[in-house]
């Protein structure tokens, strides 16, 4: 019996300390709205560490995938203007060539059509032109009638329009119409400057005007890599930062590229957005279409680091506690990016000054 009762004595005793030890740590933090109060005397002050923020340049570095292509405007796809015949190749594959200058030649029935069409336009117009003139001239003498005059200059301007018409269809498959002579195969010409890539030229060939390119021509001395960018990384790259480009041919050789353009579409399915990474290929490296590895490094800017034991993640919100006077933590809700395994970027929600609870945050949370 006497057991019992001492037995009983014991667990008395443990579950008043335990309300008393309940009690006093309930003294000792008082919440107010996201503002936490912490008693001098308590327990959980003793385990506190606080953390001044300042401004520190800082460099961030990621990894993302792209894909080699040619600049824009920089690669152009030849194909046949006309249905016709290859009759001519003036070029050879890797040969460069030059704005304008003749690739190959072609015997084409649609091209002849089209090259009557303007010469018969022509001549119509100079012809509407000179019955224009002579109207106008017995009408200034005398001997002319307004109405002759008004008929004349509708036939020019139809004449004109149908002469416009004629030499744009020719431009339109870059045929400069000066340049061209009635019965002559057409020349079909290089857009851009560039080096032969791809020849696809059979001499005698029928071809079709909707069939494939012959030949391609690009300017590969720069090229673009196409770096798919998370949304989460999108506020740490700017232009012109750099970027190291690796492939699958060279994973040990970086290639030098630099941010020329980021994209203002968001992939939502992805969750990413296209940046431009240009780089140099003078020797050829980067082919397009090939899968890289692209490291983006970029350039110091000041920032805010914050000891990552700082931060406390409550579902999708990132937190601290800001030191507001002594005893009384601020609960603060920030955006946050990985820095290092130690420190973690502030991207919104801190500044320069602040003052916050870098190690024992946790006992400041809230129930």
């Known amino acids: 019996m006497k057991k019992i009762l001492i037995l009983a004595w014991v667990c008395m005793m443990h579950i008043s300390c335990k309300q008393n030890k309940a009690v006093?740590?309930?003294?000792?933090?008082?919440?107010?709205?996201?503002?936490?109060?912490?008693?001098?005397?308590?327990?959980?002050?003793?385990k506190i560490k606080t953390y001044t923020l300042a401004q520190q340049d800082y460099s961030s570095e990621f990894n993302t995938t792209g894909t080699v292509k040619a600049i824009a405007g920089q690669m152009a796809e030849i194909a046949p203007p006309f249905d016709g015949r290859v009759a001519r190749s003036f070029?050879?594959?890797?040969?460069?060539?030059?704005?304008?200058?003749?690739?190959?030649?072609?015997?084409?029935?649609?091209?002849?059509?089209?090259?009557?069409?303007?010469?018969?336009?022509?001549?119509?117009?100079?012809?509407?032109e000179l019955s224009l003139q002579r109207q106008r001239d017995l009408l200034k003498n005398g001997v002319g009638v307004a109405k002759d005059l008004e008929e004349a200059e509708t036939d020019y301007e139809v004449a004109l329009k149908d002469y416009e018409n004629a030499a744009a269809t020719l431009k339109m498959f870059n045929i400069d119409p000066d340049d061209i002579a009635m019965g002559q195969a057409l020349k079909v010409t290089s857009p851009i400057s560039g080096e032969v890539v791809q020849a696809n030229i059979v001499i005698g060939q029928y071809v079709k005007s909707e069939a494939a390119p012959l030949l391609i021509v690009a300017e590969l001395g720069k090229v673009w890599t196409v770096a798919q960018v998370k949304e989460k990384y999108i506020h740490s790259i700017h232009t012109d930062d750099k970027v190291e480009v690796r492939t699958d041919s060279e994973p040990e050789n970086a290639i030098a590229g630099y941010v020329s353009h980021i994209s203002e579409l968001l992939d939502e399915e992805t969750r990413s957005v296209q940046v431009l990474v240009t780089c140099d290929n003078k020797d050829r490296r980067l082919k397009p279409g090939m899968f890289a590895s692209?490291?983006?490094?970029?350039?110091?800017?000041?920032?805010?680091?914050?000891?990552?034991?700082?931060?406390?993640?409550?579902?999708?919100?990132?937190?601290?506690?800001?030191?507001?006077?002594?005893?009384?933590?601020?609960?603060?809700?920030?955006?946050?990016?990985?820095?290092?395994a130690s420190e973690a970027l502030i991207t919104e929600g801190l500044a320069s000054g602040d003052v916050i609870v870098s190690e024992g945050a946790i006992y400041l949370m809230m129930n």
């Open 24 to 46: 006093e740590n309930e003294a000792s933090l008082q919440y107010k709205g996201d503002t936490v109060f912490v008693s001098s005397h308590s327990v959980v002050s003793s």
């Open 91 to 128: 070029v050879q594959l890797g040969q460069r060539v030059s704005a304008g200058s003749p690739v190959f030649e072609l015997h084409s029935a649609d091209f002849f059509e089209a090259t009557k069409a303007y010469f018969q336009s022509l001549q119509t117009r100079k012809t509407k």
């Open 294 to 340: 692209v490291r983006f490094i970029n350039q110091p800017h000041p920032s805010i680091l914050v000891p990552s034991t700082a931060l406390l993640q409550k579902e999708d919100e990132t937190y601290v506690f800001v030191k507001a006077g002594e005893g009384e933590y601020i609960k603060r809700r920030v955006k946050a990016a990985t820095a290092s």
